[in-house]
């Protein structure tokens, strides 16, 4: 059974960055899509950025040259890079799993695709 935890949520003001992190208790590159995604209140759940098993990543085009998805395998955790956050970044941001789950360079896999999914960590920019 995967399982996921997020963390590094918090309220920042705009310009700023946080660094997200999602601690994976079952990680393994080999056939896992890893990803985070966004929801804010009144809106569908949005993919942010995705990785796949062999470390190729995408971004939605709302954070590409801002976010930056990483991972460490020493430490079972994939990480949200996030620089010149803005206020319509605010959000509650998820990290999701896909096992053997295959994306198109450059796309993002849609929510319904993945099996697993971390609680979720908030997100506050401030103006």
């Known amino acids: 059974q995967v399982q996921l935890m997020e963390s590094g949520g918090g309220s920042v003001q705009a310009g700023g960055s946080l660094r997200l992190s999602c601690e994976v208790t079952?990680?393994?590159?080999?056939?896992?899509?890893m990803a985070w995604f966004r929801q804010a209140p009144g809106k569908e759940r949005e993919g942010v950025a995705g990785?796949?098993?062999?470390?190729?990543?995408s971004y939605a085009d709302s954070v590409k040259g801002r976010f930056a998805i990483s991972k460490d395998n020493s430490k079972n955790t994939l990480y949200l890079q996030m620089s010149v956050l803005k206020p319509e970044d605010s959000a509650m941001y998820y990290c999701?799993?896909?096992?053997?789950?295959?994306?198109?360079?450059?796309?993002?896999?849609?929510?319904?695709?993945?099996?697993?999914w971390g609680q979720g960590t908030q997100v506050t920019v401030s103006s």
């Open positions: 999701a799993a896909a096992r053997g789950l295959s994306v198109l360079p450059g796309s993002l896999a849609p929510s319904h695709l993945f099996a697993y």
């Open positions: 990785m796949d098993s062999d470390g190729f990543t």
């Open positions: 079952e990680y393994t590159y080999r056939g896992h899509y």
